[in-house]
């Protein structure tokens, strides 16, 4: 149901929007049949469905570890030298 719904929504949406070329031209359209308050939540809802649709599809990709950041300078690559080891506890 909430597929159908959805493509419905988009089918309408494509025939509104696709002379707007502004986002002023968009808020016009979405405006035109409809209260703000009315347009707002459409807008929530249509977010909620994207996030949901995106958390479901998401690929998860394995991230590197962070590396300590590097000295800018001679010198602070120096006092790194000279800087006693950390013990891990």
């Given at each position: 149901m909430r597929h159908a719904m959805i493509v419905l929504v988009a089918v309408c949406c494509l025939?509104?929007?696709t002379q707007c070329?502004?986002?002023?031209e968009v808020i016009a359209a979405l405006l035109s049949d409809q209260t703000p308050a009315q347009a707002i939540e459409q807008l929530d809802w249509m977010r909620s469905e994207i996030m949901r649709?995106?958390?479901g599809h998401a690929q998860i990709v394995?991230?590197?570890?962070d590396l300590p950041p590097r000295p800018s300078n001679e010198?602070?690559?120096?006092?790194?030298?000279?800087?006693p080891k950390r013990r891990r506890r």
């Open positions: 025939s509104v929007f070329q502004t986002a002023e649709y995106v958390a394995a991230a590197e570890p010198a602070a690559l120096s006092l790194t030298y000279l800087q």
